[in-house]
């Protein structure tokens, strides 16, 4: 289950200029030349990967791929402490991962950038995000009240 899936690998043309993205008001100066938007076409696909791993309901992750404990987390609390508990479940802070937005882009970042500039991706009331490894080992869910969903899914998508 930890090797990526094909859709998952990246070549240089795969991504889209950050420049002249709507949303690159998010990110700080020195935060944004990290941050990597994948092209419109390679993002859809993506998404609607990292989609199905999210309940029917929208507002948690789905019963088809997450039997075990599913963690809940309180994104409403200080920054630091929610960037402490989203360390916590991966240690590998250079691994890229997908920060799938729907249809505003897909982002390819390092866990570690994700985990420091959380609160630029995620922002209550507007952004529901899925975040997943490119190996899929494990699923993280923003839900726009201010939650974060935390699991591993038995099988992947399409499994």
């Known amino acids: 289950m930890n090797s990526p899936r094909a859709l998952f690998e990246f070549t240089p043309t795969d991504f889209a200029p950050m420049e002249s993205h709507l949303e690159k008001w998010r990110f700080d100066a020195d935060v944004l030349p990290h941050v990597r938007l994948l092209g419109a076409t390679k993002g859809r696909a993506i998404?609607?990967?990292?989609?199905?791993?999210v309940s029917d309901r929208m507002y948690a992750l789905s019963?088809?791929?997450?039997?075990?404990?599913?963690?809940?987390?309180?994104?409403?609390?200080?920054e630091a402490e929610v960037a402490s508990w989203l360390r916590s479940h991966d240690a590998d802070v250079g691994q890229d991962v997908l920060v799938s937005h729907g249809s505003r882009g897909v982002y390819?970042?390092?866990?570690?950038?994700?985990?420091?500039?959380?609160?630029g991706f995620c922002m209550p009331a507007s952004d529901d995000v899925v975040i997943s490894p490119v190996s899929e080992a494990w699923i993280l869910m923003y839900y726009h009240e201010?939650?974060?969903?935390?699991g591993r899914p038995i099988r992947k998508v399409g499994e």
């Open 146 to 150: 201010d939650v974060f969903f935390w």
């Open 47 to 53: 998404h609607t990967v990292l989609a199905d791993y």
């Open 63 to 78: 019963e088809r791929y997450f039997a075990d404990v599913v963690e809940e987390f309180d994104a409403s609390r200080d």
């Open 108 to 119: 390819v970042v390092t866990w570690g950038l994700f985990c420091a500039h959380w609160s």
